[in-house]
């Protein structure tokens, strides 16, 4: 079990959780990395809007790596991914049907 103590946009408090405190710590740095680069921007002034916005950021990209599972798990391969991974892609599977039939 894992203790965390948030100081961040004008909030201070501590939270409990399963989870142990280096993992934790990570998630955090990488919110307060991700409030830096919202509070760059000219528009954003509350923290509030910084919390926000830094929140849909997260989701987005939470969104879009369950999509691409989702293709993956189906046989699709997302856009994003190069002309290289198609082939790497291609030739894993063909191997993994070589090494089928011969067990």
């Known amino acids: 079990?894992?203790?965390?103590?948030?100081?961040?946009?004008?909030?201070k408090f501590t939270i409990q959780s399963?989870?142990?405190?280096?993992?934790?710590?990570?998630?955090?740095?990488?919110?307060?990395?991700?409030?830096e680069d919202v509070s760059k921007i000219d528009s954003i002034r509350s923290?509030?809007?910084?919390?926000?916005?830094?929140?849909?950021?997260?989701c987005d990209e939470v969104y879009e790596e369950k999509k691409n599972k989702v293709a993956l798990e189906n046989g699709q391969l997302p856009p994003?991914?190069?002309q290289d991974t198609v082939e790497i892609e291609k030739r894993?599977?063909?191997?993994?049907?070589?090494?089928?039939?011969?067990l």
């Open 80 to 82: 994003e991914f190069t």
């Open 1 to 11: 079990m894992g203790q965390l103590k948030i100081d961040m946009l004008g909030a």
């Open 18 to 35: 399963s989870e142990n405190e280096e993992y934790l710590d990570k998630l955090l740095g990488y919110y307060k990395r991700i409030t």
């Open 47 to 58: 923290p509030l809007q910084v919390a926000i916005l830094s929140g849909i950021m997260l």
């Open 92 to 102: 894993t599977r063909e191997m993994i049907e070589k090494i089928s039939k011969v």
